[in-house]
């Protein structure tokens, strides 16, 4: 088969967001309809927070890899952006505010053996193909972004609307993720469409984000099993 254009690719790239990201999971639709229970809602701040605090190791990871010094130097701001630095707070601090505006202390937030064994499961699989697989596929998993921006505009507009008892500070990591989400979309493109040449290329590449659309779908999973009854 031969290669598809970069706008046929892209095309192929934003059809599987449209069918398979996790703005469609049952969870995600009950909490921007206003249905969720507190418990619900602390569940799933408590448990994505495991997903966050490894969103810099598989940044690491893939940064390893990359072949370009300005590449590197684009991706190495995802870290920074999570970790943040002396005088820069970062996204983990601001989904730790998350938590406790939900009610979660810090320690809860890093005690890892009270995650969701699913949730643990989803998150490690995640980081373990940003390592194991070239750094092609490793970076085209991370396109979930693509879908992410009108995800959490909806996110800060009805979490503010439906649950008054969560502070607006709590929300600052939806707030930042919105003003930093553009230039890391730009970068992620900009690297899968000019590197993936082949039509091999692009199907791997393909596969990546169908495998990362199952991991946020999968940490729902098991969020949703676990609190659906919690009061």
């Not at 810090?106 to 194991?132: H, S």
């Not at 996110?155 to 930042?176: C, K, Q």
């Not at 979309?185 to 990546?208: F, W």
């Amino acid at each position: 088969m031969s290669a598809w254009s970069a706008v046929e690719f892209e095309a192929q790239l934003r059809s599987i967001g449209e069918k398979r990201y996790h703005h469609l999971h049952p969870f995600n639709e009950r909490m921007h309809s206003g249905e969720l229970s507190e418990g619900e809602f602390r569940g799933w701040v408590r448990n994505r927070f495991y997903y966050q605090m490894n969103l810099p190791k598989k940044d690491a990871f893939i940064l390893t890899k990359l072949p370009g010094r300005e590449d590197r130097r684009q991706w190495i701001q995802r870290i920074i952006d999570h970790d943040g630095r002396t005088g820069d707070e970062g996204g983990l601090e601001k989904w730790i505010r998350l938590g406790n505006a939900v009610g979660l202390t810090r320690d809860e937030l890093y005690d890892v053996d009270t995650v969701l064994p699913g949730v643990r499961f989803a998150v490690d699989a995640y980081v373990d193909f940003c390592r194991e697989k070239p750094w092609l596929e490793a970076v085209a998993s991370a396109l979930t972004e693509l879908f992410a921006p009108d995800l959490l505009s909806r996110r800060i507009t009805d979490v503010s609307h439906h649950y008054p008892w969560i502070a607006t500070e709590g929300l600052e990591y939806f707030r930042a993720r919105l003003t930093q989400q553009p230039k890391d979309i730009a970068h992620l493109l900009e690297l899968v469409l000019t590197n993936a040449k082949s039509r091999e290329q692009q199907d791997a590449c393909a596969r990546a984000l169908e495998f990362k659309c199952d991991v946020l779908w999968s940490l729902l999973d098991a969020v949703e099993l676990a609190y659906s009854k919690s009061s």
